[in-house]
């Protein structure tokens, strides 16, 4: 049994935000209630500061995203998927992190490449870069997908037992958009 943060929910998640971008035409955001573990603080571009409690992190994001709960059985032992979803008019903005079960044993290199490499492979994509980094003192891997017209760009972390990966799509023509880089670069893991 392979455990990976990569897994169908995600997946689907990130075509269900491209594919909604595809087919709306600059429509507003959704109102958002802010969660009991976020704190909303707006910068300039209106973007608030996502703070998740329970996942020890936190990251600029266009809107308050919902957390989606999915715990899953195994021969290894039950583990815990969490997923927080939003977008813009450009851009969708993935965060996702798994809690393993206690006695579930990996590599975590291993683990990070895997993530990697189901993540392209889930999304029918083509990897056109990768780096292994330290991101904030962790072991992480950078990477970017090209699947039909939207480019992926991805950081999977291992923060102790949890891998983390944060996640945003845009329109493969021009250039990099300002909001990409902005959410990839606010992630912030706090230690446990």
């Known amino acids: 049994m392979k455990w990976r943060l990569a897994n169908s929910l ?3 998640a990130i075509f269900a935000g491209a594919h909604a971008q ?3 035409s600059a429509r507003p955001n959704p109102p958002t209630q802010p969660t009991p573990n976020s704190a909303r603080t707006s910068d300039p571009a209106g973007w608030v500061n996502f703070d998740s409690e329970a996942g020890n992190f936190s990251a600029l994001v266009p809107q308050i995203p919902e957390d989606k709960v999915e715990t899953t059985d195994s021969s290894h032992g039950p583990y815990t998927t969490h997923l927080f979803i939003t977008r813009d008019n450009t851009c969708v903005y993935l965060i996702g992190w798994v809690d393993y079960d206690p006695s579930f044993n990996f590599n975590r290199q291993a683990e990070l490449e895997a993530n990697r490499d189901n993540f392209v ?4 994509a083509t990897l056109i870069s990768s780096q292994s980094l330290t991101l904030m003192g962790y072991s992480a891997i950078e990477f970017k997908a090209e699947a ?3 480019i992926f760009w991805s950081r999977v972390y291992m923060v102790g037992r949890r891998p ?4 945003v799509g845009y329109p493969k ?5 300002s909001e990409a880089s902005k959410f990839i670069n606010s992630f912030k893991v706090r230690l446990r």
């Open 10 to 12: 995600l997946i689907l």
């Open 121 to 124: 492979k889930g999304v029918t």
């Open 22 to 24: 595809e087919h709306s």
């Open 148 to 150: 039909g017209d939207r």
């Open 164 to 167: 983390y990966q944060i996640v």
């Open 173 to 177: 023509a021009g250039d990099i958009p």
